[in-house]
């Protein structure tokens, strides 16, 4: 078990980006079910809120701190809080390992016109991952998508419905395929420039 500081009532993952990314690494590769929740003080704070949500964001593997505002928050807490892990930089991250390591990556979110130009994105800065499927976050049959990143058997797959809506589609789904399952909110619309 990683170690962890209780803030809201979440767990939050208490170590560096770098140990943090080795970690996944090794999820990764091993294939194991892994569902991560980059939680800003909005998502926190949503939790704390919602009882449902929170049960939701319990039942992931790794919640880390994506924002300065959480760590503040340890700090007054009197908590440790090793440092900020960004969604964003996850994803990046991963994209990169994927690239070097011949991995596979779904992604499910964002407006079609932002899936487009990330894809060209992707392809020409990460040649070597194989982009398992792509699909915008406008869809209507839920179950149709997680039935084709099922069929994709992919390493990773990225989530960008926003929250708490990409947290709820993970937790639902992610029985259907072995692997690193991230929620990444509006890290497609960055990516596509
Ligand atoms: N989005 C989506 N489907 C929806 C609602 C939102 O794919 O039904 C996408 C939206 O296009 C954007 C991302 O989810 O790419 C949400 O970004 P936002 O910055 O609002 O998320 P946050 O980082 O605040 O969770």
């Known amino acids: 078990m990683s ?3 209780k803030i809201l009532g979440i767990d939050f993952y208490n170590n560096s980006f770098n140990n943090f990314c080795k970690e996944i690494e090794i999820k990764a590769s091993n294939r194991q079910n892994t569902f991560i929740v980059t939680a800003n003080p909005e998502i ?4 704390y ?6 049960e939701i964001v ?11 505002g959480i760590v503040k928050g340890a700090k007054m807490l009197d908590l440790p809080m090793k440092e900020r892990i960004s969604g964003y930089d996850i994803f990046l991250h991963m994209l990169d ?3 070097k390591n011949h991995k596979s ?13 990330m894809k060209d994105v992707i392809k020409k800065t990460y040649p070597n991952l194989k982009i398992a499927g792509i699909q915008d976050g406008y869809f209507k049959d839920e179950l149709k998508v997680a039935k084709s990143i099922q069929k994709s058997n992919s390493d990773m797959v990225f989530i960008a419905l926003g929250s708490p809506k990409q ?10 395929n072995n ?7 509006g890290s497609f619309d960055v990516l596509s420039g």
């Open 105 to 117: 990556a779904y992604f499910v979110g964002a407006k079609p016109s932002i899936m487009s130009k």
């Open 58 to 68: 319990k039942q992931a593997d790794f919640v880390v701190p994506d924002g300065i």
């Open 3 to 5: 170690n962890t500081s």
């Open 167 to 176: 947290e709820y589609f993970i937790n639902k789904y992610r029985e259907v």
């Open 49 to 54: 809120q919602d009882e449902s949500f929170l």
């Open 44 to 47: 926190a704070l949503n939790a």
């Open 97 to 99: 390992w994927g690239n």
């Open 179 to 185: 692997g690193i399952w991230i929620g990444l909110g």
